[in-house]
C-alpha cells in the first residue's frame, strides 16, 4: 500500500498524471532561500509532491496571492487560553496555525497524570496538530504547593506516544544547575528516549548557564534583553521569541530577526487569551508586528514554520516543498497579512476566519474526576486574611508593565479605615492573598501588590501560575471574601467584587483554567470582567488576570506570593511579608 502510494505522488511530481489538488498561480514563500517563487503547488493526498507548472483533479487560482508554510507555535499553554482542544482549534487554526508544542504543566499542577490524559485525549482527533513537552516541575520548585506531583516514573511512559516531543521547559533552574537527583532522572530519561528538552531560565548567565545548557537544556523563552538572548545563542540554545498577552518581548529582541540569528529563532506566544486570538489572531498576529516593525516578512514567516519544525524534529513540516505535508496559507499580502484560507493535510480546513467542519468537546467527567471537580478548600473568612505580623513596615511586590518579572518595594505602612494594613491606593498598593485549593491545608500567604491599579474591591482567580492555588488582590479584606468563594463556589475562574456585591464571574470548571464553552463566550464574559475592572483604576496597559496569574509563580525574579508566602526568587527562600 505504502509503495503504491508513493508511486503515485512520483507520478504526479513529474506530471504524468494530475495531482489530486493543484493550487494554481501562487507566490510560494520559499523558507529555505528567503525568497518568493511564482508557481503552482500540487497536492496528492496530504503531501506537496511538486512546485512549478501542473494540471489537478481539482484546481484553485489564487491568482497572486501568497502561499506560505502553516504556522507551528513552539511554545503554548493551552489551558492559558481557557479553552478546551476543540474550542481552542476554533481558535487558532482560521489564523493559519496548523501546529501547536503544548506544555499542560497548568493542568497537571492541578490533576497530575490524569490532566495530562485529559489533554491529550481533547486533542487527538482535531485537524490542528497539537504536539506535547512533558511538564518537567509539577510542582515548579519546592517553594510551591501543587494539586500533584509529577516525578521521572510517571513520566517515563508517556515518552512512547509519538505525539510527545521531549521534556518541558525546565523552570527550576537553580535545582539543575545543583544537581537535583529528580530532575536528573527526568534529564536522563528524556535523552535516552531521543527527545528535545526546552528551558525556562530568565536572567542565567556565565557558568552557572554553561552548567544549565551542559545538563541538555536546548532552547528559552524567556529572554527580555538583547543581551541576554545573545549570550543564551552564543553558548548554542535556540531563542523562542515570545510575544504573548501578558509577556511581550518582541520588541526588544527585534535584532534577531535577520541572518545569522533568525535560523536559531523562532516566534511563540507561551500564553494567550481567547479575545487576542479571537481579535488579533494568533501566530499570524507575531507575524503581522514584526512585520510592521521593518522584519523581512519571508523571515518572520520562517521562524513561524521552518524554524521550530526543524528544533522539534518535525520531519517533512514547515515548508511548501515536495514531500512536506499540505498544510498552507493563503494570504493577500505581506503587509496586512490577514490569513484567507488555511489548507491542512491538503484539505481546506478554514476560509474568512471560520473553520469549515470544527470539531466538538465530547468529555466523560467520570473519567477524569480530578478534572472536573477539583476545588478541595473550606470557604473564605475573614480570619484568613489577618496579618500575624504587624510590623512597621511593608514588602511590596511591583509588577513590571508587559514583562513577568517583578521588583521588590520597602516602604512604611499606610493606615487606612476599612481597608487591610498597608493597602494605598494612591499609591496603587493593594492586599494580595493566596489560598491553598487542592488538599484542603488552610495555607494561606499574604502580602501586598503594587502596580496593580485597583482602587476598589477585589480581584479573585484560580489561575494562578504554577500550582493554580487560589489568588485574590483586593482593597479591602470583606470583598477578597467575597471574591474567593465566588470563585470556590464556581469549582474554579474569575471574579471581581465591589462594595459587597459581585460584579462580574467567569466560571472555569475544568481544572478551575478553562471552560467548555466555545471561545465567543468565554470572551464574552471575560470582555465583562474586563470593562468593569478597567472602570475600577486597572489600566488598558496591563491584562488583569493574566497579570495577576503569574504574581504567584516563584520561578522568575524577583518577589512571588504563594500559599507558603512571600518568596524570593533570587534567594530562593521565603521572607517576611512585613518586617
Known sequence: MQTEMLKEQIAAARGETAADLVLKNARVVNVFTNEIETADV?????????????????????????????????????????????????????????????????ITNVAGSQGLDFMLETTRDLA?????????????????????????????????????????????????????????????????????????????????????????????????????????????????????????????????????????????????????????????????????????????????????????????????????????????????????KVYKNGRLAAADGKMLTPAALTVDPARFPRVMDSFVMDEVTLRDLELEDTGSRQRVIRLIPHELMTQEVIRPFCQHPGTAAGVDVAEQIVKLAVFERHHRTGHVGLGFLGGYGLICGAVASSIAHDSHNLIVAGTNDADMVLAANTVRKNRGGLAFVANGKVVGELALPVAGLMSTESAQAVEEKLQALKAALKAAGISGDIDPFMTLAFVSLPVIPKLRLNTYGVVDVDAHRIVPAVF
Open 42 to 106: 500540487a497536492i496528492c493526498g496530504s503531501r506537496i509532491v511538486g512546485v512549478g507548472s501542473y494540471t489537478g483533479a481539482t484546481e484553485v487560482d489564487l491568482q497572486g496571492s501568497y502561499l506560505c508554510p502553516g504556522f507551528i507555535d513552539g511554545h503554548i499553554h493551552i489551558e492559558s487560553s481557557m479553552l478546551c482542544g476543540a474550542a481552542f482549534e476554533q481558535a487558532v487554526l482560521p489564523h493559519g496555525t496548523t501546529a501547536v508544542v503544548t506544555d499542560p504543566h497548568e
Open 128 to 340: 490542528l496538530s497539537v504536539y506535547f513537552m512533558l511538564p518537567s516541575c509539577v510542582p515548579a520548585t519546592d517553594l510551591d504547593e501543587s494539586g500533584a506531583v509529577l516525578d521521572a516514573d510517571a513520566l517515563r511512559p508517556y515518552y512512547r506516544d509519538p505525539r510527545v516531543l521531549g521534556l518541558a521547559e525546565l523552570m527550576n533552574s537553580y535545582g539543575t544547575v545543583r544537581c537535583d537527583p529528580g530532575i536528573l532522572q527526568k534529564l536522563a530519561d528524556c535523552a535516552a528516549a531521543g527527545k528535545m528538552v526546552d528551558g525556562h531560565a530568565p536572567l542565567l548567565t556565565g557558568k552557572d548557564l554553561n552548567a544549565y545548557i551542559a545538563a541538555g537544556v536546548c532552547s528559552d523563552h524567556e529572554c527580555s534583553t538583547l543581551a541576554e538572548a545573545m549570550e543564551k545563542l552564543r553558548r548554542g540554545q535556540y531563542i523562542m521569541v515570545r510575544e504573548g498577552t501578558a509577556a511581550k518581548n518582541m520588541d526588544a529582541l527585534l535584532p534577531l530577526f535577520r541572518e545569522p540569528y533568525c535560523d536559531r529563532c523562532m516566534l511563540v506566544t507561551d500564553d494567550k487569551h481567547p479575545g487576542d486570538l479571537l481579535r488579533g489572531g494568533h501566530m499570524d498576529y507575531n507575524i503581522r508586528k514584526a512585520i510592521r516593525s521593518g522584519v523581512d516578512p519571508v523571515i518572520a514567516i520562517k521562524m513561524s514554520s521552518l524554524i521550530p519544525a526543524r528544533y522539534f524534529g518535525l520531519r517533512g513540516q514547515g515548508a511548501v516543498a515536495p514531500g512536506y505535508a499540505a498544510d498552507l496559507v493563503v494570504v493577500s499580502d505581506l503587509e496586512q497579512f490577514t490569513v484567507e
